[in-house]
Each structure stands twice: as C-alpha cells, then as structure tokens.
C-alpha cells in the first residue's frame, strides 16, 4: 500500500478504483487490482 499525497491522480489511474474514507483516513481500493491501494491521512 502506498501512502500518497494525491488520492485524486490516483483515482484516475483505473477505473475501478474507489476513494473510501474510514476512522479519519482516507483509502484508494481496488478489488480488481490490488496494486492501486493507497492510504491518505
């Protein structure tokens, strides 16, 4: 998992992607490729 500055730029990067926010972070998911995972906060 990456800890990124930009959530957004990553949003884009797969269509799949999906920006959630739990306990006060802010996470990039995606089920389909796992590799865009990232954490903000």
Request: charge should be positive; avoid cysteine; charged fraction near 40%.
């Amino acid at each position: 998992m990456k800890v990124v500055n930009s959530l957004k730029s990553l949003k884009k990067r797969h269509r799949d992607n999906r920006v959630i926010r739990r306990k006060g972070r802010t996470y990039v998911i995606n089920k389909k490729n796992p590799r865009f995972k990232a954490r903000q906060g």
